[in-house]
């Protein structure tokens, strides 16, 4: 079944990086856009970007530009999302989901960022 | 960037109730609107897609309407399995924007 596999939870420190994957499966990984949103605790959605599998071409939302990097590996059906220089405020569930309209999403990854 | 308002923030029904939720976009979108259910502690799933097309998988009691600015979810017989979060989305241009989100809980 078409589904998306998301990396684990992590931890990390103010200042720091983190790259979270999402795995596809099921379906032409090249054939659809994948878009990154994240949900701080407690919050509502928050769109962050997208990428297209086949060429790599992202688009980023401004509050995220300079900081965000989405990238793929189309050898083993990944798309990443790097998220730069990290702030208490980052802190929050980070999702993929596939095709401009959203329609399946992965398990999202918690990002904790704390001293 | 386009803006997306949900009304109402909250709202409680009963079992059986018919149930209407609003979107406004801020500027025409013509038929580029989706939502989204999120229950608590999972990630939101496909409703609605282009305003009004209802997604494989879910209960036909799930409706969409509108076109422009203005745009409706109705659930037309509430159920308990709908306590959720409800979200509309604009696809139409970027950045993508969701509204605020409509709690649903059961009376």
């Known amino acids: 079944q078409v589904q998306l596999v998301q990396s684990g939870a992590e931890v990390k420190m103010p200042g720091a990086s983190v790259k979270v994957s999402c795995k596809a499966s099921?379906?032409?990984?090249?054939?659809?856009?994948l878009h990154w949103v994240r949900q701080a605790p407690g919050q509502g959605l928050e769109w962050m970007g997208w990428i297209n599998p086949n060429d790599g071409v992202t688009n980023y939302a401004q509050n995220f530009q300079g900081r965000v990097t989405m990238t793929r590996d189309t050898s083993i059906n990944t798309a990443y999302m790097d998220l730069s220089r990290l702030r208490s405020d980052d802190t929050a569930v980070y999702y993929c989901?596939?095709?401009?309209?959203?329609?399946?999403w992965g398990q999202g990854t918690t990002v904790t960022v704390s001293s | 960037d386009i803006q997306m308002t949900q009304s109402p923030s909250s709202l409680s029904a009963s079992v059986g109730d018919r149930v209407t939720i609003t979107c406004r976009a801020s500027q025409s979108i013509s038929s580029y609107l989706n939502w989204y259910q999120q229950k608590p502690g999972k990630a939101p799933k496909l409703l609605i897609y282009a305003a009004s097309s209802l997604q494989s998988g879910i209960p036909s009691r799930f409706s969409g309407s509108g076109s422009g600015t203005d745009f409706t979810l109705t659930i037309s017989s509430l159920q308990p399995g709908d306590l959720a979060t409800y979200y509309c989305?604009?696809?139409?241009?970027?950045?993508?924007?969701f509204g605020q989100g409509t709690k649903v809980e059961i009376k």
């Open positions: 099921g379906y032409t990984f090249t054939g659809y856009y």
């Open positions: 989305q604009q696809s139409y241009s970027t950045p993508r924007t």
């Open positions: 989901a596939r095709n401009d309209i959203l329609d399946v």
